[in-house]
């Protein structure tokens, strides 16, 4: 694996790795490496010839409340793990090679960058696609691997791609989730026994919504009231958002009548969590 520090090493490296095996993937990834993680290089190696992973704290998409400073670096072990998995080169950059002097030029998809996860962390969206357009341009993938559990993340770049024209196939991935169903997560690790348990109640609310669903329930605000039924059970855990929307605008949909996300986003703790699924008629 070819670790690269800077741009012009990263540059350098994913063209000789397209020249030589055609088709390259790119898993941007802010480290803390999990089975989620995991998962994608595996995508993407099962589709392309060769593979890229970055890894990147990127505190642009975080909040000055937010948890930038204590987000979970485990460089070592990520590298072991990447190794270990086959993955060709590994972009590692600094804040300073990324961010020079300072950012005055931004990406935003206007409209989907306020909705879901967008409001409730403001700018955190505008931070997300001004990286992931940086990585695009830098490593040039022919696809590039991302996780379900980050639906709203999906929509808001896949808008971005096609409003830039990036050349590049946006490969969406299933949700890894833990024994018990927690959907994989490096905030996990901030969750001690008690929240861990409590941070389950997620998950139940998606399952009591697919259920009430298959039984035939099609009106979004029933759906939702189940959901939040749920959720009055676990008091100690603060429901940030309950939405039913269209996976590709995140608008809110009244009567499910094709392909529809439901997302949550919860706080346990100081932590908080997403996670969604995909109804599908």
Known sequence: ???????????????????????????????ALHEGHLSLVRAAKAQCAAVAVSIFVNPTQFGPTEDLSKYPRQFDRDCQLL???????????SVDEIYPNGQVTWVLVEGLSEKLDGRSRPGHFRGVTTIVAKLLHI?????????????????????????????????????VRESDGLAMSSRNAYLNREERGRALVLRRSLQEV????????????????????????????ALDYFEIVDPDTLDPVELISQRTLVAVAAYVGSTRLIDNLVLNL
């Open 1 to 31: 694996m070819k670790l690269c520090s800077t741009i012009p090493e990263a540059r350098a490296a994913c063209r000789a790795a397209r020249a030589n095996r055609k088709r390259l993937a790119l898993v941007p990834t802010m480290g």
């Open 83 to 93: 190794e270990k998995e086959g993955v060709d080169i590994l972009f590692a950059p």
């Open 139 to 175: 490593i040039e993938p022919d696809a590039a691997f991302f996780g379900q559990k980050d639906a709203a993340q999906l929509a808001v770049i896949r808008r971005m791609v096609e409003d830039l024209n990036f050349p590049v196939e946006i490969v969406a991935c299933p949700i």
């Open 210 to 237: 697919q259920h009430v669903f298959q039984a035939g329930e099609r009106i979004a605000a029933k759906l939702i009231s189940a959901a939040k039924e749920v959720f009055a059970r676990e008091p100690q855990v």
